[in-house]
Nanobody
Framework: QVQLVESGGGLVQAGGSLRLSCTAS????????MGWYRQAPGKQRELVAT???????NYGDSVKDRFIISRDDAKNTVYLQMNSLKPEDTAVYYC????????????????WGQGTQVTVSS
């Protein structure tokens, strides 16, 4: 099983910055993808940013050029630097990882954190 511990949410004024962190742990071989999704009240969960180990990053259109995702594989931690925050960025932010493990066979599985609230005031 995999555990995800998120931190860094809170209240910030428009134009400000926040940094989210998520550390993954558990009996898993590797974390192929690490990233963040968000869900605002009354809306569907949407992609914020993901980082695929050693290859690429992917951003949602609404956060491109404002948010930066990074990861420290030695610490199994993914970070989200959020700059120039807007009230429409207000949401619960969920850490997401796709892990690769092995029992009798190799497998991949998706895991979600409990979420951290980000509120941007105007």
């Amino acid at each position: 099983q995999v555990q995800l511990v998120e931190s860094g949410g809170g209240l910030v004024q428009a134009g400000g910055s926040l940094r989210l962190s998520c550390t993954a742990s558990g009996n898993i071989l590797s974390f192929i993808v690490m990233g963040w999704y968000r869900q605002a009240p009354g809306k569907q969960r949407e992609l914020v940013a993901t980082s695929t180990s050693g290859t690429s990053t992917n951003y949602g259109d609404s956060v491109k050029d404002r948010f930066i995702i990074s990861r420290d594989d030695a610490k199994n931690t993914v970070y989200l630097q959020m700059n120039s925050l807007k009230p429409e960025d207000t949401a619960v932010y969920y850490c997401y990882v796709r892990g690769r493990g092995r029992d009798s066979v190799f497998y991949t599985k998706d895991y979600w954190g409990q979420g951290t609230q980000v509120t941007v005031s105007s």
